[in-house]
Protein backbone atom coordinates (compact mmCIF):
# COMPACT_ATOMS: atom_id res chain seq x y z
CA UNK A 1 0.00 0.00 0.00
CA UNK A 2 0.84 3.70 -0.12
CA UNK A 3 3.20 4.85 2.41
CA UNK A 4 5.49 7.67 3.77
CA UNK A 5 8.75 7.39 5.83
CA UNK A 6 10.37 10.94 6.87
CA UNK A 7 13.58 10.92 9.29
CA UNK A 8 12.79 10.44 12.70
CA UNK A 9 13.36 13.59 15.11
CA UNK A 10 14.28 15.43 16.95
CA UNK A 11 15.93 17.87 14.65
CA UNK A 12 17.64 20.72 17.39
CA UNK A 13 19.47 23.36 14.86
CA UNK A 14 21.06 26.94 15.70
CA UNK A 15 19.40 30.19 14.35
CA UNK A 16 20.44 30.48 10.40
CA UNK A 17 21.41 27.19 10.07
CA UNK A 18 20.63 25.04 6.99
CA UNK A 19 17.62 22.44 7.04
CA UNK A 20 17.14 18.97 6.19
CA UNK A 21 14.16 16.77 6.62
CA UNK A 22 14.24 13.83 4.38
CA UNK A 23 11.40 12.26 3.36
CA UNK A 24 10.29 9.08 1.11
CA UNK A 25 7.14 7.38 -0.58
CA UNK A 26 6.14 3.87 -1.68
CA UNK A 27 3.17 4.46 -4.21
CA UNK A 28 2.01 2.30 -6.76
CA UNK A 29 0.98 5.29 -9.12
CA UNK A 30 1.94 9.51 -8.82
CA UNK A 31 0.85 10.75 -5.90
CA UNK A 32 0.73 14.30 -4.64
CA UNK A 33 2.62 15.21 -2.12
CA UNK A 34 3.05 17.76 0.69
CA UNK A 35 4.49 19.21 3.69
CA UNK A 36 3.06 19.88 6.66
CA UNK A 37 3.24 21.92 9.74
CA UNK A 38 1.83 21.67 13.25
CA UNK A 39 2.45 24.53 15.70
CA UNK A 40 2.62 24.22 19.42
CA UNK A 41 -0.96 23.61 20.23
CA UNK A 42 -2.16 23.42 16.59
CA UNK A 43 -3.52 21.89 14.32
CA UNK A 44 -1.73 20.93 11.16
CA UNK A 45 -1.73 23.53 8.14
CA UNK A 46 -0.13 23.04 4.79
CA UNK A 47 3.25 24.44 4.09
CA UNK A 48 4.01 23.48 0.24
CA UNK A 49 2.83 20.84 -1.89
CA UNK A 50 4.20 19.15 -5.75
CA UNK A 51 1.96 17.54 -8.09
CA UNK A 52 4.32 16.05 -10.75
CA UNK A 53 7.65 14.32 -10.86
CA UNK A 54 10.23 17.71 -10.99
CA UNK A 55 7.70 19.87 -9.49
CA UNK A 56 9.39 22.37 -6.99
CA UNK A 57 6.93 23.30 -3.61
CA UNK A 58 8.12 26.23 -1.78
CA UNK A 59 6.82 28.72 0.66
CA UNK A 60 8.23 30.72 3.68
CA UNK A 61 11.78 29.94 2.57
CA UNK A 62 10.95 26.63 2.57
CA UNK A 63 11.54 24.16 -0.17
CA UNK A 64 11.08 20.58 -1.61
CA UNK A 65 11.85 18.72 -5.12
CA UNK A 66 9.61 15.82 -6.28
CA UNK A 67 12.09 13.19 -7.04
CA UNK A 68 10.20 10.28 -8.98
CA UNK A 69 13.45 8.77 -9.45
CA UNK A 70 14.04 8.88 -5.67
CA UNK A 71 10.50 8.63 -4.66
CA UNK A 72 12.05 11.41 -2.33
CA UNK A 73 10.60 14.93 -1.25
CA UNK A 74 12.87 16.42 1.22
CA UNK A 75 12.35 19.31 2.90
CA UNK A 76 15.09 22.56 3.21
CA UNK A 77 15.37 25.77 4.25
CA UNK A 78 18.60 27.64 3.90
CA UNK A 79 18.54 29.72 7.04
CA UNK A 80 16.06 28.63 9.97
CA UNK A 81 14.38 30.69 12.63
CA UNK A 82 13.19 30.14 15.78
CA UNK A 83 9.76 30.73 14.71
CA UNK A 84 10.48 27.69 12.54
CA UNK A 85 10.45 25.66 15.34
CA UNK A 86 7.73 22.85 15.21
CA UNK A 87 6.81 19.57 14.00
CA UNK A 88 6.81 18.80 9.92
CA UNK A 89 4.77 16.34 8.63
CA UNK A 90 5.63 14.87 5.23
CA UNK A 91 1.58 13.08 3.52
CA UNK A 92 0.54 11.97 0.34
CA UNK A 93 -2.51 11.93 -1.64
CA UNK A 94 -3.39 9.24 -4.21
CA UNK A 95 -6.85 8.31 -5.78
CA UNK A 96 -8.25 11.17 -4.25
CA UNK A 97 -9.45 10.14 -0.90
CA UNK A 98 -6.18 8.29 0.20
CA UNK A 99 -4.34 10.28 2.37
CA UNK A 100 -1.04 9.08 4.30
CA UNK A 101 1.36 10.85 6.75
CA UNK A 102 4.77 10.46 7.71
CA UNK A 103 5.44 10.39 11.64
CA UNK A 104 6.10 14.01 12.12
CA UNK A 105 9.89 15.08 12.74
CA UNK A 106 10.42 18.06 15.95
CA UNK A 107 12.24 20.79 14.75
CA UNK A 108 13.81 22.93 17.46
CA UNK A 109 15.60 25.94 16.75
CA UNK A 110 17.51 27.63 19.42
CA UNK A 111 18.44 31.17 18.95
CA UNK B 1 -14.31 32.08 7.44
CA UNK B 2 -14.16 29.26 10.15
CA UNK B 3 -13.07 26.66 8.18
CA UNK B 4 -12.76 23.02 10.28
CA UNK B 5 -14.18 23.39 13.77
CA UNK B 6 -13.98 20.76 16.11
CA UNK B 7 -15.77 20.66 19.54
CA UNK B 8 -14.85 19.95 22.59
CA UNK B 9 -11.56 21.28 22.57
CA UNK B 10 -10.75 19.06 25.93
CA UNK B 11 -12.08 16.46 27.82
CA UNK B 12 -11.24 13.87 30.54
CA UNK B 13 -13.44 10.36 30.41
CA UNK B 14 -13.45 7.89 33.16
CA UNK B 15 -13.10 3.96 31.40
CA UNK B 16 -16.24 2.55 30.58
CA UNK B 17 -17.60 6.14 29.38
CA UNK B 18 -19.22 7.24 26.02
CA UNK B 19 -18.78 10.53 24.31
CA UNK B 20 -19.06 12.24 20.69
CA UNK B 21 -16.48 14.33 19.18
CA UNK B 22 -18.13 17.06 16.66
CA UNK B 23 -16.34 18.33 13.33
CA UNK B 24 -17.71 20.71 11.20
CA UNK B 25 -16.49 22.20 8.50
CA UNK B 26 -17.79 25.32 6.05
CA UNK B 27 -16.26 25.21 3.05
CA UNK B 28 -18.38 22.50 1.28
CA UNK B 29 -15.75 20.06 1.50
CA UNK B 30 -16.49 16.19 0.20
CA UNK B 31 -14.09 13.91 1.97
CA UNK B 32 -13.83 14.03 6.29
CA UNK B 33 -11.18 12.13 8.06
CA UNK B 34 -10.31 11.50 11.63
CA UNK B 35 -7.05 10.95 12.65
CA UNK B 36 -5.67 10.15 16.42
CA UNK B 37 -2.01 11.43 16.92
CA UNK B 38 0.02 9.88 19.61
CA UNK B 39 3.51 10.30 20.57
CA UNK B 40 6.20 9.26 18.08
CA UNK B 41 3.57 7.41 15.54
CA UNK B 42 2.36 10.59 13.48
CA UNK B 43 -1.03 10.37 12.58
CA UNK B 44 -2.70 7.47 12.06
CA UNK B 45 -6.11 7.78 10.70
CA UNK B 46 -9.50 6.22 12.49
CA UNK B 47 -12.24 6.44 9.71
CA UNK B 48 -13.21 8.78 6.74
CA UNK B 49 -16.30 9.73 4.37
CA UNK B 50 -15.83 10.48 1.05
CA UNK B 51 -20.02 12.27 1.69
CA UNK B 52 -22.76 13.09 3.10
CA UNK B 53 -24.07 9.76 4.11
CA UNK B 54 -20.90 7.69 3.64
CA UNK B 55 -18.00 6.51 5.90
CA UNK B 56 -15.22 4.14 5.68
CA UNK B 57 -12.84 2.12 8.22
CA UNK B 58 -9.06 3.66 8.02
CA UNK B 59 -5.69 2.24 9.91
CA UNK B 60 -7.19 1.90 13.73
CA UNK B 61 -10.74 1.92 13.63
CA UNK B 62 -11.42 -0.37 16.62
CA UNK B 63 -13.23 1.28 19.43
CA UNK B 64 -14.97 4.20 17.46
CA UNK B 65 -17.84 4.89 15.25
CA UNK B 66 -18.27 7.31 12.88
CA UNK B 67 -21.45 9.31 11.22
CA UNK B 68 -21.81 11.79 8.42
CA UNK B 69 -25.35 12.53 8.98
CA UNK B 70 -24.61 15.62 7.04
CA UNK B 71 -22.24 17.24 4.41
CA UNK B 72 -20.84 19.90 7.08
CA UNK B 73 -20.41 17.43 9.86
CA UNK B 74 -18.41 14.81 10.82
CA UNK B 75 -18.97 12.81 14.17
CA UNK B 76 -16.69 10.68 16.00
CA UNK B 77 -18.08 8.45 18.46
CA UNK B 78 -16.20 6.31 21.90
CA UNK B 79 -18.50 3.82 23.29
CA UNK B 80 -17.00 2.38 26.15
CA UNK B 81 -13.57 4.53 26.48
CA UNK B 82 -10.52 2.45 27.56
CA UNK B 83 -7.31 4.48 28.45
CA UNK B 84 -5.58 3.39 25.33
CA UNK B 85 -7.85 6.10 23.70
CA UNK B 86 -5.68 8.65 25.57
CA UNK B 87 -4.88 10.90 22.26
CA UNK B 88 -4.92 13.83 20.59
CA UNK B 89 -7.51 13.72 18.28
CA UNK B 90 -7.66 15.88 14.47
CA UNK B 91 -10.59 16.38 11.95
CA UNK B 92 -9.30 17.14 8.60
CA UNK B 93 -11.57 17.62 5.21
CA UNK B 94 -11.07 17.89 1.72
CA UNK B 95 -12.03 18.90 -1.70
CA UNK B 96 -12.70 16.10 -3.69
CA UNK B 97 -11.81 15.21 -6.95
CA UNK B 98 -8.37 15.95 -7.59
CA UNK B 99 -5.75 14.27 -5.72
CA UNK B 100 -3.93 17.42 -5.52
CA UNK B 101 -5.63 19.63 -3.08
CA UNK B 102 -4.40 19.89 0.47
CA UNK B 103 -6.20 18.78 3.60
CA UNK B 104 -7.47 21.68 6.55
CA UNK B 105 -7.30 20.50 9.74
CA UNK B 106 -8.89 21.69 12.91
CA UNK B 107 -6.98 22.52 16.05
CA UNK B 108 -7.65 18.98 17.99
CA UNK B 109 -8.84 17.83 20.53
CA UNK B 110 -7.19 16.49 23.22
CA UNK B 111 -8.89 13.37 25.32
CA UNK B 112 -8.02 11.82 28.66
CA UNK B 113 -9.44 8.33 29.42
CA UNK B 114 -8.83 7.15 33.32
Known amino acids: GNSVTQMEGPVTLSEEAFLTINCTYT??????LFWYVQYPGEGLQLLLKATKADDKGSNKGFEATYRKETTSFHLEKGSVQVSDSAVYFC??????????FGAGTRLTVKP | NAGVTQTPKFRVLKTGQSMTLLCAQD?????MYWYRQDPGMGLRLIHYSVGEGTTAKGEVPDGYNVSRLKKQNFLLGLESAAPSQTSVYFC?????????????FGQGTRLTVV
Open chain 1, 91 to 100: ALTYNNNDMR
Open chain 2, 27 to 31: MNHEY
Open chain 1, 27 to 32: ATGYPS
Open chain 2, 92 to 104: ASRWAFQANTEAF
